[in-house]
């Protein structure tokens, strides 16, 4: 051999076959003797009752809580959909600079492409309904939507 190679021997060595739990394992004795009757299953291993009533703790309700729906409804504020790009690019810098976060999606529809420009995503109908409220008195439609 060479100056930097080790010689490795390997002996793979099978274990003998045995068809009784290992006695060392008492969690397999456990279960052996679960199945041949001999033993009583602890609070763990009994089955769960499902007709048993648990106590319940509820959480207090808050004000963005009552708001959104209990699905995690999401809401945006449409503020129009514009076949020109100029038009919602204009809308879009309008409502920026009132400090109104906005974004932009094209949908394909039955009258052509449209850009729709939108404010959001909000977490409670009362943040939209805000905002809603900002962009009409910005002379501009407002149209609360669910996502």
């Not at 052996?32 to 309700?61: R, W």
């Amino acid at each position: 051999m060479d100056k930097g190679q080790v010689a490795i021997n390997s002996v793979v060595k099978e274990a003998p076959a045995n068809d009784k739990p290992a006695a060392s394992k008492p969690e397999a004795n456990r279960a052996l003797a679960l199945l041949e009757g001999k033993a009583e299953p602890k609070s763990a291993d009994k089955p769960v009752d499902a007709t048993a009533k648990s106590p319940k703790v509820a959480a207090p309700a808050t004000a963005s809580d009552k708001s959104a729906s209990a699905a995690g409804d999401r809401f945006v504020v449409q503020v129009g959909a514009f076949s020109d790009n100029d038009r919602a690019h204009e809308v879009r810098v309008k409502l920026e600079r009132a400090g109104i976060k906005t974004y932009a999606q094209n949908a394909d529809t039955k009258d052509g492409r449209r850009i729709r420009v939108r404010a959001g995503p909000f977490t409670s109908k009362a943040e939209a309904d805000k905002v809603a409220e900002k962009i009409k008195k910005l002379n501009l439609p407002a149209a609360l939507l669910t996502l």
